[in-house]
């Protein structure tokens, strides 16, 4: 009884320090996390050198204004992501939430605008 009590005691306490000894943002693990899912799932169509059909299709589209590399752009928010995530766009497909989960997305978001100021 007493463990039990002693125990829920230090979950409220862990509770309430959550805030307090939370990570700053953007939180490394979700970085992390952000440029694994890339890899995975964009970096095919958006990762460096010939052969990468996004990143041509991004230098075509903004004929050098904008860096064709997604992970180079300092100007996508992670809501414009989601939109294109979700939507898709020309040939790129849009995902499903089974393939790329909302907290996955969240982390794409985050990782393509961590040079964002
Ligand atoms: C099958 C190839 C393909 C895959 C896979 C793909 N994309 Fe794309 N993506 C493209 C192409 C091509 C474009 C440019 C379309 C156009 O001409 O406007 C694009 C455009 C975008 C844009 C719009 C950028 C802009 O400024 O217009 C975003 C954001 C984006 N992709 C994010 C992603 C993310 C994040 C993933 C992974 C979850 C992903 N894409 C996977 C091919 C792909």
Request: glycine content about 8%; charged content about 20%.
């Amino acid at each position: 009884m007493k463990l039990i009590a002693i125990a829920a005691a230090a979950a409220a306490v862990a509770v309430l320090a959550g805030p307090a000894i939370a990570a700053p943002k953007p939180d490394p693990a979700m970085l992390q996390q952000g440029h694994d899912v890339f890899q995975k799932w964009c970096a095919p169509c958006h990762g460096a050198g010939p052969g990468h059909p996004g990143t041509d299709a991004l230098q075509a589209k903004y004929k050098g204004a904008k860096p064709g590399l997604l992970e180079e752009r300092r100007d996508l928010t992670p809501d414009q992501v989601r939109f294109y995530v979700r939507h898709g766009v020309s040939i790129m497909p849009f995902f499903r939430k089974t393939e790329v989960s909302d907290a996955d997305l969240d982390a794409i978001g985050a990782y393509i605008a961590r040079t964002k100021r």
